[in-house]
């Protein structure tokens, strides 16, 4: 398996977790169950999950009236597209190699 499938995989498989855990949230707040923490859900978020974590927030319509939400999570993809950008701009030192 490279490198590219393996990253592929890994960003897949958390967004969909942080899509899921949007909806599992948000079913749980109608059924006035235990609820996800909001520091999980951020989380989720940092560690690679913010695209899903946002489509899962309009799709489910769910913390949509936070601020923290609503800024937080584009701000977080506004970080990591940042950051993929720089790795992918960052000059390589082919003595190294």
């Given at each position: 398996m ?12 958390i ?6 855990l ?10 006035r169950a235990?609820r996800i923490?909001?520091a ?5 978020a940092?560690?690679?999950g ?7 927030m309009?799709a ?12 937080g999570?584009?701000?977080?993809l ?5 950051l ?5 701009n960052a ?7």
């Amino acid at each position: 398996m490279d490198v590219i499938t393996l990253l592929s995989s890994y960003f897949i498989g958390i967004n969909l977790i942080g899509f899921a855990l949007m909806g599992i949230d948000k079913y749980r707040a109608r059924k006035r169950a235990f609820r996800i923490p909001e520091a999980t859900l951020f989380i989720i978020a940092v560690i690679g999950g913010s695209i899903g974590s946002i489509i899962g927030m309009y799709a489910f319509r769910h913390k949509t009236r936070h601020r923290s939400f609503v800024y937080g999570m584009p701000f977080i993809l506004f970080v990591q597209i940042a950051l993929i950008i720089a790795v992918l701009n960052a000059p390589i030192d082919i003595s190294v190699l």
